[in-house]
Nanobody, 124 residues
């Protein structure tokens, strides 16, 4: 069993940066692929980024590639999403998730555990 709690969301101006954190409980977190998803108002939840259990492999949605960086610290049971050059279209609730699938898999169904989400709002 893994419980996930996101933090670090907030209001930022376009061009700014935020770093989201995902604190996990349970010693097995380090064995899971970790992913970040987001859901904008009126839209379906979409994949943002994923990182393998060891941190050696990452995968990004085209819309965030080059701007966002996913990372993890297994010793701290915490994952991160560094978001730079934010734009209004990045406004969404951001969720972290843990699962056993490959980092290349962007489907929600591959993730077993989800956090409650944190709001990111980017003003123009």
């Amino acid at each position: 069993q893994v419980q996930l709690v996101e933090s670090g969301g907030g209001l930022v101006q376009a061009g700014g940066s935020l770093r989201l954190s995902c604190a996990a409980s349970g010693r097995t977190f380090r064995t899971y692929t970790m992913g970040w998803f987001r859901q904008a108002p009126g839209k379906e939840r979409e994949f943002v980024a994923a990182i393998s259990w060891s941190g050696s492999r990452t995968n990004y949605a085209d819309s965030v590639k080059g701007r966002f960086t996913i990372s993890r610290d297994n010793a701290k049971n915490t994952g991160y999403l560094q978001m730079n050059s934010l734009a209004p279209e990045d406004t969404a609730v951001y969720y972290c998730a843990a699962g056993t699938g490959a980092t290349t898999n962007q489907r929600e169904t591959e993730y077993n555990y989800w956090g409650q989400g944190t709001q990111v709002t980017v003003s123009s």
